[in-house]
């Protein structure tokens, strides 16, 4: 590699992830920030890309959203050195949504890592709004901050309380951040998944001591009345249509995850119990402050979150592995830099 290229890691086409040299870039557009990547958090979506799942993206692509850096030179109200978490939702400003206070649906919206290339690599450009101070966070901290921020906004959606009783269908990572952060208002958090092995870790890493492995069984744990707040992250069609179910009367839906399948319930017991289903999308600025906040007051625990730490070339290595079996994952972090 020149002083003129970086290493990026791409995922050229379905199943097949390369690492190559592109143009290292040396300036950014006016009110864009160059950074450094210093950390890079592989998420469900980049499995997804590699397998040809993903139905938004054009391939090849540099991949990586959950991103940490540090700045590169003075501007745009930021100081060389700096440490940054990334918002990886590059939105117009002018839509609807934006102009709502939205910008995580924006109708236009660009996700690094997804419909423009992401931060698998050493340098990258991001709007100045986009960056968030990661003070008093690690790089491999900051780089986490993303993923949880998901869980936050559906709790913030939710308008989960103290004393809520939550059921969460779903125990991966983005279950997991719905669920810490569900707790964290002082919620009665129950887990459901068909892995006894993810719950033990759910139990094991982070003291959820409320598992479930079927939908029948987290009702009969509330004598049938069912759950003031559910929220699924299973990625299934299936598991959402039982997970209507298991809401109590007056209760809310919430459905993380995303399926390209038709969702159907019955309506009549819907009304019956005056539900609310709510769709939950990305995060905004408050949901990444509020994750941000929680690891600087030690209210999330990142060593167990994070499942490893590795360079670029040996997460080339076994990016396929890792994607063919994650039961076990919660959080890889490529490491960039320091």
Known sequence: MSAKTMKVGVVTAPGTFEVQDRPLPV????????????????CGTDYHILEGKHPFLAYPRII???????????????????????????????????????????????????????????????????????????????????????????VRRSEVAARDRVLVTGVG???????????????????L?????????????????????????????????????????????????????????????TLVSVVKDDITFHDPDFHKRELRLIGSRNALRADFDWVIAAFGAGDIDAAALCSSQVSLDAFAATFGELAADRSSLIKVIVQMQS
């Not at 300036?27 to 592989?42: K, N, S, T, Y």
């Not at 002018?94 to 939205?102: L, V």
Request: glycine content about 14%; overall charge negative; charged content about 15%.
């Open 64 to 154: 990586g959203h959950e991103l940490s850096g540090r700045v590169l030179q003075d501007g745009n109200g930021w100081a060389e050195g700096d440490l940054v978490v990334v918002n990886p939702y590059l939105s117009c400003g002018t839509c609807r949504a934006c102009i709502r206070g939205k910008p995580n649906c924006c109708y236009n919206i660009q996700v690094l890592g997804v419909h423009r290339d992401g931060g698998l690599a050493r340098r990258l450009a991001v709007p100045a709004e986009n960056l968030y101070p990661a003070d008093g966070l690690s790089p491999q901290q900051a780089a986490m901050v993303e993923f949880l921020a998901i869980g936050a906004h559906a």
């Open 193 to 253: 998944d068909h892995s006894p092995d993810r719950l033990r870790m759910a139990q094991d890493r982070f003291g959820f001591a409320s598992g479930h492995l079927s939908v029948d069984a987290a009702i009969a744990a509330t004598h049938g009345e069912g759950y003031d707040v559910v929220f699924d992250a299973t990625g299934h069609g299936g598991a959402i249509e039982a997970g209507f179910a298991a809401v109590a009367h007056g209760g809310s839906y």
């Open 173 to 191: 990572p983005i279950g997991i951040g719905a669920a810490l952060f569900a707790r964290l208002t002082g919620a009665e958090v129950s887990l």
């Open 27 to 42: 300036a950014a557009p006016d009110g864009w920030v160059l950074i450094e990547i210093c950390a890079v958090g592989v």
